[in-house]
């Protein structure tokens, strides 16, 4: 069953019209926020149509699943989108499944149903293991929605695989999300929104400058961006 509800998820909107959504968590509804260990991150409504899909994205599920289903579908997006800073994922390059781990205890806290897992890291569980060849999906289109919630940088794909890790807090100083566990070496993944890390070796990618303050000098904001982009001590 879960196979088929992740191609419907996955499909272009082009090719599931029919898709319907709570529309009053939509247009102009801005979901509240707060400062978590990553930066200011949004939270999803009470609903089980309506998950978090990273700092400032919500998924919508799509209404024709019942509230038991829907609600299956957002905590599998959860746990793989927001992680927690002693947190890390673990998997099994062979059977390309997933689970979360406590880093210091190593008691697994949740296992991924292989679909999701198959969909949510297929590009990591590829680069490990070439002969899986999963299906690698882009984004979702209109069940995504991204939100302005004050972060500066779009993420950058790979600017945080340089730093090794034993664990997400390991890669927090590099301005990464989380510790992914490979066969050979751990690697630091996701970059954090807003932050030096976002930035690759002098190069930006997307990255956005800060508007201009009232009466702000020009010398003042080019040195305020320029801190933004590079860090102070560029």
Not at 2 to 31: D, H, K, T, W
Not at 36 to 50: E, K, L, M
Not at 65 to 76: L, V, W
Not at 192 to 208: E, L, M, S
Request: glycine share 4%; with cysteine; hydrophobic share 40%.
């Amino acid at each position: 069953m879960f196979y088929n509800i992740l191609f419907a998820m996955l499909l272009s909107p082009a090719v599931q019209a029919a898709a319907s959504y709570q529309e009053e968590y939509r247009g102009s509804y801005m979901p509240k926020t707060y400062n978590s260990w990553r930066g200011a991150q949004v939270i999803a409504p009470d609903t089980p149509y309506v998950a978090v899909a990273g700092l400032d994205k919500l998924y919508f599920i799509d209404t024709k699943y019942d509230n038991e289903t829907a609600a299956h579908i957002k905590e599998q997006i959860q746990w793989a989108t927001v992680p927690n800073p002693d947190e890390i994922f673990t998997f099994d390059f062979e059977k390309a499944t997933a689970a979360v781990q406590n880093a210091a205890t190593k008691e697994v806290v949740f296992e991924f149903d292989p679909p999701f897992a198959r969909v949510f890291f297929a590009r990591f569980l590829n680069r490990q293991n070439p002969t899986l060849q999963l299906p690698e999906h882009e984004e979702g289109g209109d069940w995504l929605v991204t939100y302005n919630v004050g972060n500066v940088f779009e993420r950058a794909a790979e600017a945080c695989s340089d730093h090794g890790c034993n664990s997400a807090s390991d890669c927090k100083p590099h301005n990464c999300e989380s510790c992914h566990h490979a066969r050979v070496d751990n690697e630091c993944e996701h970059p954090i929104t807003n932050a030096v890390g976002a930035c690759h070796k002098k190069h930006c990618v997307k990255a956005v400058d800060p508007e201009r303050l009232p009466n702000e000098s020009d010398a003042a904001y080019f040195a305020r961006a320029d801190a933004l982009h590079w860090g102070a001590d560029h």
